[in-house]
C-alpha cells in the first residue's frame, strides 16, 4: 500500500470515526436520561438502534482495513464473523493484528447482538441484556480508535 492509499484509508476512518461519535454521544444521551428507571419499549429500540450502528460502524472500518491492507473482505453468510477473525491475526508482511483476542471478544459479543436485533420483534428486548452493551459501548469505542491508531503507526500512515 503507497503512502498516497495509506492516508487515503485513514481520511475515510476518520470520516466513520466522526460518525460513530455521533451514534455513541446519542447512546450517552439516552443512557444518562434513563436515570435508572427501566427504559420504555420506545427507548428499548432506540438503545438496540443505536448499538447496532456502532457495530455497523465498527465493521464499517475493519472492512475498509481489511480492503485496503489485506486486499480481501470476506464474503458469505459468515463474513462478519470471518472479517473480525481476519483482523484478528497478523499478516507475515503485510501488517499486524489489528484486534487483540479480548477486543475481539468484545467486538463478537456486539456483533451477536446485532445479529439478534435485526431478527426479533421488539417486546423481546430486555434492558437486562441491553444494559451492559450500552455501558460498555463507550470503552469498547475507545479500544477500537487506539487499535485502529496503533496500526496506522505501525504501517507507517
Known sequence: MT???LRVLRAQLLAERSRLHQVAAQLAALDSSLQ???PSVVELMAAGGFLHNVYNG???CMSRLAHG?????????????LLLDQLSVPIPSLRPSLLSPELTTRIDELRRFR?????MYFFDLEWARLRPLVTAAPA???DFERAIDDLLVQLGA
Open 3 to 5: 503512502k498516497a492509499e
Open 36 to 38: 435508572g428507571r427501566t
Open 58 to 60: 465498527i465493521e464499517n
Open 69 to 81: 491492507i489485506d486486499e480481501s473482505v470476506p464474503t458469505g453468510s459468515d463474513s462478519h464473523r
Open 115 to 119: 445479529h439478534a436485533f435485526r431478527h
Open 140 to 142: 469498547l469505542l475507545l
